[in-house]
């Protein structure tokens, strides 16, 4: 049995004042993993392997691997739900590492994640957009109208309607319409998907990445990618295999390595990758 003094601690939620960073940051979204090491357990072997690359402001960055490769580890590392063992992460100039974690995962216009799994919680649609309570009914209501949630319409009203808990009242496309309004409200510098748009149908799917492809002008995208269709249009695409980085650079110009990437696209079939390789040109 561990004692609890043995516990590894999640570190301190408030940024000390020798650390305090300007009121302002993050304003571009500059992404740094520079020589990345992280492992979930000490006896563990290493998920993410002196794993480097850069993103700049309002770049979309796609990260593609077979299963096992480290993708989402990586934005394990990014939020810091595990410490690395060796390297930093930093966004416009800031080592991640020296902030309080609720500088990390909770400033307006900073960091914000759409998970494959869209969380909403028991209250009412406003208290899921707004927890803190600190937005006018009418930016929500906006929020709402811009992702069509079902109701829009209804305006205010809307806000009052209950939410159950885990969004149980909810099919899984409206619980993601939530969740993009909420990350339209944050506005960040840096929106993370976790190819958020899998469990939802068809037609949700293609209109939720018709609103991140227009709604975020001056927001730099770190998708972790399982279907090409949706990043094929990309700017960067960064390749990993065995917790490191294997290839990176533009679509167009990984297809003309015929490395993993190619691999990839060639194997979703002949015809799909032949309309893939001309979307990447």
Partial sequence: ??????????????????NEVDPTWPQKGDLVFDNVSLRYRPNLPLSLDKLSFTISHGQRCAVV?????GKSTLTTALFRLVEVENGTISLDGVDLSTLGLSDVRGRRNGMFILPQDPAVFAGTIRSNLDP???????????????????GFTRGK????????????NFSAGEKQLLCLARAFLVNPR???????????DGATDEFVQQVLRTQFPNTTFLTIAHRLNTIIDYDIVIVMDKGTVREIGSPQELLGLNGLFADM????????????KLMAR
């Fill in 132 to 150: 803190f309570d600190s937005l006018s009914d009418e930016d929500i209501v906006e929020a709402l109208q811009l992702v069509k949630f079902p």
């Fill in 190 to 200: 840096l929106l993370v998907l976790d190819e958020a748009t899998s469990s939802v």
């Fill in 1 to 18: 049995m561990h004692s609890m003094e043995t516990l590894p601690q999640e570190r301190s939620m408030i940024t000390s004042n020798e």
């Fill in 65 to 69: 691997g077979r299963t096992g490769a």
């Fill in 157 to 168: 009203s809307l806000l009052a309607q209950s939410v159950e808990e885990g969004g149980a």
């Fill in 265 to 276: 696209v060639n194997a979703t079939g002949p015809e799909s990758a032949a309309q893939l």
